[in-house]
């Protein structure tokens, strides 16, 4: 298994509703919910805290019919995945010629870290890279994501967004401070490894629907990964030009070849208590 830090119920949960529940079910039952979790390693207990902190953050609500309890996505937590979707499904496929760069610079008052936090992460999630403490590039115009992200965390006071060309006669020596491009390769290198066998046509086992919908939902927390360390710089750029297309194709023949499967197991699942 790739090295990464195991996935949180919480994050799961939601990555899971994004795969699985749109836009397939209105509702899915709780107890199905927990059953997957379970599945994927969890506690029953840790599974239901899980989905009680999505209530309280907004991203699910409670909907009971007598005695069952089933959760239906909020609109905050539909545009969190649509975002998500945007992201993951199109990571790496722009990977062109870097025509504009954008740089973000903050100073945030320490008074504001929920803030500062909350921003770093977002950054990190579109790719983009520190060079200090207030200082973020992105080989990418990133301008129309960046401004309603400022506007949601309320820093607009705070920080300052400039999209530019870069000079034709300027080098990449800072592209090495923000990214680790060699670890990046090694990662995607683990990744094709892992899952390359699980490509329908390298002759794999077949597999049940419980394993289809682990083996992707895994797959896709892994690759989810990448948008916090990939600034999408040109093929060409990497140490291994290779190893990042080869990555994506297995990710998008496994995500595909699987997804029957998954679908089917998740749907009954989550259906078991006539939610």
């Known amino acids: 298994m790739l090295a990464s830090e195991p996935p949180k119920p919480q994050d799961l949960v939601v ?3 994004g795969l699985y529940m749109r836009p397939a079910h209105a509702t ?3 107890g199905g919910l927990v059953a997957l979790l379970e599945e994927l390693g969890f506690s029953r207990g840790a599974s239901r805290v899980a989905l009680a902190r999505l209530v ?11 005695r069952l309890v089933s959760y239906a996505l909020t609109a905050r937590a539909r545009r969190v995945l649509a975002e998500g979707d945007r ?3 199109t990571l790496g496929r722009s990977a062109g010629p870097v025509e504009v760069w954008t ?31 207030g200082l973020w590039i992105s080989p990418r115009d990133r301008g129309r994501e960046i401004a309603p992200l400022i506007e949601e965390l309320g820093i607009e006071r705070h920080a300052i967004v400039l999209v530019g060309e870069r000079l034709p006669w300027a080098t990449y020596p800072l592209v090495e401070r923000a990214w680790d491009l060699p670890a990046l390769v090694a990662r995607y290198r683990l990744f094709a490894e892992e899952f390359g066998p699980y490509v329908l046509r390298s002759g794999r086992r077949e597999l049940s629907e419980a394993e289809a919908f682990a083996v992707r939902t895994i797959m896709v927390h892994l690759f989810r990964g990448f948008s916090f360390l990939d600034p999408e710089l040109p093929d060409e750029r990497m140490p291994d030009p290779r190893a990042r297309p080869h990555a994506l194709k297995v ?17 009954s699942a989550v259906t078991l208590g006539g939610a």
């Open 28 to 30: 899915v039952w709780s």
């Open 87 to 89: 992201r993951i499904l």
């Open 251 to 267: 990710f998008e023949c496994v995500y595909e070849d699987l997804a029957p499967p998954a679908q089917r197991h998740f749907d």
């Open 56 to 66: 309280n953050r907004k991203l699910t609500k409670r909907v009971r019919r007598g």
């Open 103 to 133: 740089t973000l610079i903050h100073q945030i008052p320490e008074t504001r870290r929920l803030q500062r936090q909350r921003l770093a992460l977002r950054l990190r999630f579109l790719g983009f890279g520190s060079l200090q403490d």
């Open 15 to 17: 990555m899971v509703l």
